[in-house]
Structure formats: C-alpha cells, structure tokens
C-alpha cells in the first residue's frame, strides 16, 4: 500500500501496466469516455481541414492591391490549421482510434463553413468567423475533457490559443481594410 492516498504503490502500477497492455497509451486510469473524445478529435479535425482548403483558396486568390501581405498570412494559417489537424490526428491515434481525413464527409462534420469570399474583405471576414466557430468548438470540448483526459486537453488548449491569435489578427486587419466600393450599377429611370 502506498503512503500517499493519491499514489498507487510501485507493484500495483505494475501490475496495471501489464493489463491491457495493447491498449498502449490507454491505461485503466483513463477516465474519459473515449469514444466521444475519438469522434470529437474527428470532428475537429474535419473543421481544421476546411480551414486549410479555405485559406489556401483564400491565398492564391487574393486580388488587389493590399492582396501579397495578406495572401502570405493565408498561406500562414493554412500550414497551422494543418499542423492542428496533424496534432490532432496524432492524439487519436495514441488514443487508439483512427484518424478520418475522408473528403466526403469533412465538410459534414466541420464546425466551419467552407466560403470562399468574393472579395480581400470577404475572404478575412469568412475567415475570421471560422476561426471565431473554432475558438468557441474548442472551448466547449476543453470544458467537456476537464481533468478526465489531461493531455487531450493541453493539445486544445494550445490549438485554442493560436486560433485566438488568428482571430485577433484577423479583426485587427479587416477593421484596417479600406471600404470596397459597392458595384454600383446604372437603374433605369422610371417615368
């Protein structure tokens, strides 16, 4: 018996160990419903993979003259949204399950919306709801974990601050954008 009632005696950890051992990373001490985090994991994926599709859209279709810097920055977050996609594909893979990059159903199980934008101010717009459908995404799957899948949790909570980050960029840029010009077209008088 340990000393310490939050501590397992060195034989019994062994034990554990041994059991299950298949199981990987999963051990009995898992306290999360792993098949609701395994599809969680999924879904966001699905919603980071989106984002990657759109900012790449968004990147080599930037027009005008504000268009180069901002096109960078879309091809920017595009490789983090794929980085978030590639840690969370890791996670579930460590949690035993497999990771779904399936185009036909990515866009079903996105929390984001895949918009493309007509114009620069559109494109940031779009993005900047996506990101802010994120944030949000995360929030509430942070708060589902609580302390019952510790590491699951840290992984979000570190893509959570980087999609602030970009939420923020993007606020502080399409509040900076010039106003468009509305298409404004010659109406025929009525008489």
């Known amino acids: 018996m340990s000393k310490h009632p939050h501590f397992s005696d060195v034989k019994t950890l062994r034990k554990r160990a041994r059991h299950n051992v298949e199981n990987g990373a999963v051990t009995s001490s898992y306290d999360a419903d792993r098949p609701t985090v395994l599809k969680l994991l999924n879904d966001a994926i699905a919603t980071e993979m989106v984002c990657v599709l759109r900012y790449r859209r968004h990147h080599f279709m930037a027009k005008g003259i504000h268009s180069k810097g901002i096109a960078d920055e879309f091809l920017l977050h595009s ?21 779904d990059l399936s185009p036909l159903t990515l866009i079903h199980r996105s929390h984001a919306e895949y ?77």
């Open 79 to 99: 490789n983090a949204e794929l980085g978030h996609a590639d840690l969370l594909c890791e996670r579930i893979v460590q949690l035993g399950g497999e990771p």
């Open 115 to 191: 918009i493309e934008g007509d114009s620069l101010a559109e494109m940031i717009r779009e993005d900047l709801i996506a990101e802010r459908v994120a944030i949000d995404s995360y929030r509430e799957f942070i708060a589902y974990l609580q302390d019952k899948d510790p590491t699951t949790r840290r992984i979000l909570e570190a893509i959570l601050a980087v999609e602030e980050g970009h939420a923020d960029e993007w606020a502080d840029l399409l509040g900076r954008m010039p106003a468009e010009p509305r298409n404004l077209t010659a109406q025929p008088a009525v008489g």
